[in-house]
C-alpha cells in the first residue's frame, strides 16, 4: 500500500471562515479571529483527504503529530487556503508539510505525520478499550 504514496503528492482545500471559526468559541476572553485549533484541524483535514483517495476499502489513517505555528490572525469572513504536501513516507507513516493562507498572507505552517491504519483492527482496539473503562 505504501508504494501509493510518494513524496510531492499535494492537495489543497479552501474554507471560508465564520463566527463558528472564533476562538472564543474555546475561551471567551480571546481574540474573536480565526481559532488555531480549527486551523490544526483543517491541516488535518487536508492531510487525510490526500491520502483517503489512495486508500484501500478497509483502510484509514489517523493523525499522530502535528508542530503548528500560528503566524498570524484572519479575521472571521475571510477564506483560509490551506495546501498540504507529502515531504516522507516512512512505511505506513507518512509526513506532510502544510501551509495555511489567508486572502493576504501566509497565517501558518505546520509538519503532521499520519499513520495508516486496518480499520477493523482499531476499532476492536477501541472497543476492547471502551469496554475495559465501563467495568472500570
Avoid at 1 to 25: D, L, Q
Avoid at 47 to 56: N, P, V, W, Y
Avoid at 81 to 99: H, P, W, Y
Amino acid at each position: 500500500m505504501e508504494e501509493k504514496f510518494k513524496e510531492g503528492m499535494s492537495h489543497e482545500i479552501t474554507v471560508e471562515t465564520t463566527t463558528e471559526h472564533s476562538a472564543r468559541k474555546f475561551f471567551p476572553n480571546l481574540p474573536d479571529v480565526f481559532a488555531t485549533p480549527y486551523l490544526g484541524g483543517y491541516m488535518e483535514r487536508a492531510s487525510a483527504e490526500l491520502i483517503d483517495r489512495q486508500l484501500d476499502e478497509g483502510w484509514q489513517s489517523v493523525g499522530i503529530s502535528m508542530n503548528l505555528q500560528h503566524l498570524a490572525p484572519t479575521p472571521l469572513g475571510m477564506k483560509v487556503k490551506i495546501v498540504t504536501k507529502i515531504s516522507k513516507v516512512e512505511g505506513r507513516k507518512l509526513t506532510f508539510d502544510v501551509e495555511a493562507f489567508d486572502e493576504l498572507e501566509k497565517i501558518g505552517v505546520a509538519v503532521h505525520e499520519r499513520f495508516i491504519i486496518n480499520a477493523a483492527k482499531f476499532d476492536e482496539r477501541v472497543k476492547a478499550k471502551t469496554k475495559k473503562w465501563q467495568e472500570g
